[in-house]
């Protein structure tokens, strides 16, 4: 019985707090503002250290690259943002440089993402590539990438060893 009394207060609470009239759990709950790049670094050589910055509608999130070849980007936005057209800058400059290999825009709107709960967040995804540049239409090629790193993520650890007897 304590259980059961346990349950629906954990049920009652996350309703309350997710602002749903319904006693399930929503979906969405959590559901942020902003802008991502998916970057598939092909065709730039060694970028391990270097810099990014991403920018859109007078925010930036800076940060260093890691060793992998498709990066994530992301830069949280105010709930309130507008969700018109605007610029997102994407600049990458190597480690110890002054001026960046990559300074590209791109011209977009954001997008609706509900939390199935009555609310939600303005959001947009984009792609950068050598050759498409800063783009929303996600390219084949970085769809490839990115299946490949989950599927290496998900994968168990190849440099276990075993011994013999």
């Known amino acids: 019985m304590t259980r059961l009394r346990v349950l629906v207060c954990v049920s009652a609470l996350l309703a309350a ?12 709950v959590g559901v942020e503002s902003g802008v991502g790049v998916m ?20 925010e930036c999130a800076k ?13 949280g936005l105010p709930d309130d943002v507008d969700p018109d057209g605007g610029t997102v800058r994407f600049r990458v400059t190597r480690k110890g440089g002054t001026s960046p290999v990559i300074d590209a825009s791109a011209d977009v709107r954001l ?6 709960c009555g609310g939600g967040a303005y959001n947009r995804g984009l792609a950068f590539t050598k050759k498409g540049g800063l783009t ?12 490949e ?16 007897p």
């Open 63 to 75: 940060g260093e690259l890691r060793q992998e070849d498709l990066t994530r980007v992301r830069l």
């Open 136 to 147: 929303t239409k996600i390219p084949p090629s970085v769809t490839a990438a990115w299946r």
């Open 17 to 28: 707090v997710s602002a749903c009239a319904s006693p399930q759990v929503c979906a969405g």
């Open 149 to 164: 790193q989950v599927r290496e993520l998900r994968s168990p650890s190849t440099g276990a060893t075993t011994e013999s």
């Open 111 to 116: 997008t609706r993402q509900s939390d199935e």
């Open 39 to 58: 970057f598939l670094r092909e065709g730039y050589g060694d970028l391990v250290g270097a810099s990014y910055e991403l920018c859109a509608r007078g």
